[in-house]
């Protein structure tokens, strides 16, 4: 049974810092992995989709990594902004559609 | 309306009532899900739709009962439940939920139900 741990569970960084939040997954054989934010009390915004072939996938200051192998993700938040607080989840596809989500990193940005 | 849309976005009901959650999506997609968020858990997939075609129960009691007449509506008509459902229930659609292609999932706002 695939089981997903995000660490750190919170942060809280100061504007412009660098940001890395890790994702790890025990079930390597997965399809793909997708990065989520989620605003509080609404819904998933998708950031990134990484394909089990790829080693990583970037969208403007959004960087996320994939090592299958040793399941783990990363997603690297560059300069950030207070308006990047909210809770990243990431979420290994071990099918099609069988997304197992983790319990997300809450991020704080400060001003 | 563009993406996921769900509605009511909130909803209080008791544990008697009746009711239904409705999520329609304009992406035309082909595949709908329905999550359950509650506090401090990860999201958990309930029902999965390809096709209009019920492809998933995630083992879930039978006081929820999905619904989906074509590729764009999903319903969740919800009857004598407990105070332990009260959660977020997100809708998602996605291209497809079946073969060997992987599709990003795109989620709407979710309604965020409480039960009396």
């Known amino acids: 049974k695939q089981e997903v741990t995000q660490i750190p569970a919170a942060l809280s960084v100061p504007e412009g810092e660098n940001l890395v939040l890790n994702c790890s997954f025990t079930d390597s054989a997965i399809y793909n992995l997708q990065w989520f934010r989620q605003d509080p009390g609404k819904g998933l915004t998708s950031l990134l989709l990484i394909q089990s072939s790829q080693r990583e996938q970037t969208s403007g200051r959004l960087n996320a990594s994939l090592d299958k192998s040793s399941g783990r993700s990363t997603l690297y938040i560059a300069a950030s902004q207070p308006g990047d607080s909210a809770t990243y989840l990431c979420?290994?596809?071990?099918?099609?559609?069988?997304?197992?989500f983790g319990t997300g990193t809450r991020l704080k940005v400060l001003a | 309306e563009t993406g996921v849309t769900q509605t009511p976005r909130h909803l209080v009901m008791g544990m008697t009532n009746k009711k239904s959650l409705k999520c329609e999506q304009h992406?035309?997609?082909?595949?709908m899900y329905w999550y359950k968020q509650s506090a401090k858990k990860p999201l958990e997939l309930m029902f999965v739709?390809?096709?209009?075609?019920?492809?998933e129960n995630n083992s879930v009691p039978s006081r929820f009962s999905p619904e989906c007449p074509n590729s764009s509506h999903l319903f969740l008509h919800l009857h004598t439940l407990q105070p332990e459902d009260s959660a977020l229930y997100l809708c998602?659609?996605?291209?497809?939920?079946?073969?060997?292609?992987?599709?990003?999932?795109?989620f709407g706002p979710g309604t965020r139900l409480t039960v009396t």
């Open positions: 998602a659609s996605s291209q497809e939920a079946g073969g060997t292609d992987s599709y990003e999932q795109y």
């Open positions: 739709y390809n096709f209009k075609e019920q492809t």
């Open positions: 979420a290994p596809g071990g099918g099609t559609y069988k997304y197992i």
């Open positions: 992406l035309g997609h082909n595949a």
